[in-house]
């Protein structure tokens, strides 16, 4: 496990100023919340990457692929958040079968048309 040093992170404070800062929401922070944050992300990663980690040595393997990532994401709860962003991976056929029933559902449904209501006739 890497070592370091109170008060310093791995990852670069500017650059999470900087991803902080693409929140238009967010005007000002300081040095000492980019800091948590910035901490806060490699702790998270760090769990993330562990549990990814003992997927693959379950399989015999020191490399984390997607799929163990994945499948960490469906098992634990606390990454239950991130089903969107990391899907447990599918096979060519399945993807194409979902792909196919997707279509086909949507076409089976009522398209609702949006009306524009003519507003220019209208006298104050």
Do not use: H, W
């Not at 900087?18 to 967010?26: A, F, G, L, N, W």
């Not at 709860?77 to 962003?85: M, N, R, S, T, Y």
Request: contains cysteine; proline residues 5%.
């Amino acid at each position: 496990k890497l070592e370091r040093l109170p008060g310093t992170t791995i990852i670069p404070l500017a650059r999470v100023k900087r991803v902080i800062k693409e929140d238009k929401d967010v005007s000002l922070i300081n040095a000492e919340a980019i800091f948590c944050v910035a901490y806060a992300t490699e702790l998270f990663m760090e769990y993330l990457v562990t549990e990814g980690y003992q997927r693959a040595k379950r399989d015999k393997r020191k490399t984390v692929y997607y799929k163990d990532l994945a499948s960490t994401v469906t098992e634990v709860e606390q990454f239950e958040f991130l089903e969107d962003v990391i899907p447990p991976t599918l096979t060519l056929k399945t993807a194409i079968e979902r792909r196919k029933e997707a279509l086909e559902n949507e076409g089976s449904a009522p398209k609702k048309q949006k009306t524009i209501k003519d507003t220019s006739a209208q006298t104050p």
